[in-house]
Nanobody
Framework: QAQLVESGGGLVQAGGSLTLSCAASGRSFSSYAMGWFRQTPGKEREFVAGLARSGGRYYADSVKGRFAISRDITKNTVYLQMNSLEPEDTAVYYC?????????????????????WGQGTRVTVSS
């Protein structure tokens, strides 16, 4: 059974950095676009970053220039490097995979495009 497990969250001061990991198991995700989302209490889950099979990347405007998504195919793991963190980045972060293999340059920003989610990892940025 396919599974995604996030790790790397924690408490960090504003201006600091964290790297989140999303370890995939049960299938190889090298043929899938992958995404990172985040959610705060009372708000809908929002797109943060997406990675195409080609290596193309797309970011939400709020994190552009500060966050970087990457993948290690040999480890079947996706990462989210977060720099210059702000209190507004405080959220539970989720990685996600779509139900089918994706086109070479496809990136999905819509939550409904994904059907496999990790349990989430909490990031708290203090001011």
């Amino acid at each position: 059974q396919a599974q995604l497990v996030e790790s790397g969250g924690g408490l960090v001061q504003a201006g600091g950095s964290l790297t989140l990991s999303c370890a995939a198991s049960g299938r190889s995700f090298s043929s899938y676009a992958m995404g990172w989302f985040r959610q705060t209490p009372g708000k809908e889950r929002e797109f943060v970053a997406g990675l195409a099979r080609s290596g193309g990347r797309y970011y939400a405007d709020s994190v552009k220039g500060r966050f970087a998504i990457s993948r290690d195919i040999t480890k079947n793991t996706v990462y989210l490097q977060m720099n210059s963190l702000e209190p507004e980045d405080t959220a539970v972060y989720y990685c996600a995979a779509p139900p089918q293999t994706t086109g070479y340059n496809e990136i999905f920003t819509a939550e409904y495009k994904y059907d496999l989610w990790g349990q989430g990892t909490r990031v708290t940025v203090s001011s």
